[in-house]
């Protein structure tokens, strides 16, 4: 039977919450593992279904847990978390969380800017990009279909292996990405999109779009992407802020 403290103040349900996560984080119970129902854990612990159900419903909300309607309720896949406090490669901000980046690449071409593109990346009218289009993976799942445009001073990218980290491509050509814009929403898969991220079509997906700026300010792309929410998360830090006296939150 597994154990919880009865003369303490922390209710049992969180105690019961606990153990199950440090299970999952032990690795004694896998991801995409369907956990005992209900009455076996209340057996198991030697509480009510109600304080089983309680604990259940704290690590749904964490995201740690993931109920399947009548199939019962299973060990979530660990999510991709990625920090917006600093402006990094889909590459780099996988490898900070020990997780193994790759890439399918998918088509590269020049075609004519559309009119964002001429806003973002302070072209002409009539101007072209280099458009890339690649499949992101982390640790062999598909999370991202990614397109990025390039002012057509970038063409040498197109001679590049395009399956490389674009920022250590960019490196590599004297280019350092400094700093960027990202605006995040919400998309729904098309027929495509769900074939490469293995998906149903119509899913609600992560849409994110970025800009990316060198040392000088200058532009060096814009870009699209489609993620898979169930597997990739945006982690924010935020600081405490004083509130002048009279002033509103």
Partial sequence: MSEVLRDTVVPLYIQIAGDIKSKIERGEIQPNTR???ELELSSDYGVSRITIRKALEL????GILVRRQRVGTFVSDKKISRSLNSYMGFSQSCELEGNKPGTQFLSAELVKAK???IKTLHL????KVIRIRRLRYCNDVPVIVEETRFPKKYAYLLAEDLTRSLHQILHEHGITVRNGSLIIGVCYATREEAEYL?????????LSKDAAYDMSGEPVYCGRQVINADRYQYKVLTNNMMIEEGKSL
Avoid at 124 to 127: A, G, K, T, V
Avoid at 198 to 206: F, P, S, T, V
């Fill in 35 to 37: 956990i005992p129902t």
């Fill in 124 to 127: 002409e009218d009539e101007d």
């Fill in 115 to 117: 009119p964002s593109d």
């Fill in 198 to 206: 293995r998906i149903k079509e119509h899913d609600a997906l992560i």
């Fill in 59 to 62: 690590l749904v909300d964490e």
